[in-house]
């Protein structure tokens, strides 16, 4: 945003809105936004994404989300990847020149010793709602399966828990496209682990 802050909130907002009330977004900003907000009846955090591009650049109005009391609403810069689950050092990371999972996963400490080595998931949202879920297990990613796969701007990787791990996993998202429904969840939060 140009003037990031908190803002109070006022009943009937929108997405626009509160982008107006913050004076915009930078030049360097992505084309995605995500919204974080407390489910009132578990308590847990939800973190969704909202395709600034269809709502601001062909001005699909069922991005226009209404804003909440409480909500959180992050633009993050172009150009960067994020690495979370059953990893080291769960966060966010730019991309410089090529990377694939592999050295994504290396770049945030490599896996835990609770990760499920079968289940690395490649999160790539494509668009009007749309998110491509690739699917490796370690061993392929050793063995140079996947390498092709080049990260993408705002691309999500991420690495399941096994069900015996007790620990919670990363940052432990659950990931929806505002406006259609579509959720992603940590399967091993979703059974307790």
Known sequence: ???????????????????????GVTEDSASIAYLSRKDRQTGAQKNYIVDLDALIKRGE????????????????????????????KPGTYPLKGEISITEA?????????YADNDKIKLIRYSGDGKRNIISLSFSDLQEGIGDNIKLQDQDVVYAESSTAGLLST????????????????????DRGY
Not at 2 to 10: F, Q
Not at 105 to 113: D, H, K, N, Q, Y
Request: glycine residues 16%; charged residues 15%; contains cysteine.
């Open 170 to 189: 990363g940052l432990g998202f659950d990931l929806g496209f505002m406006g259609t429904g579509i959720n992603y969840r940590n399967p091993t939060r």
């Open 61 to 88: 109005m069922k991005y226009n989300v209404a804003i909440a009391s409480g909500d959180v609403v992050f633009v993050p810069e172009a150009g960067k990847c994020f690495v979370d689950g059953a990893v080291r």
């Open 1 to 23: 945003f140009t003037m990031p802050g908190n803002y109070d909130y006022v009943p009937g907002r929108r997405l626009l809105d509160i982008i107006a009330v913050a004076q």
């Open 105 to 113: 996963i290396v770049l945030a400490g490599g896996l835990t010793s």
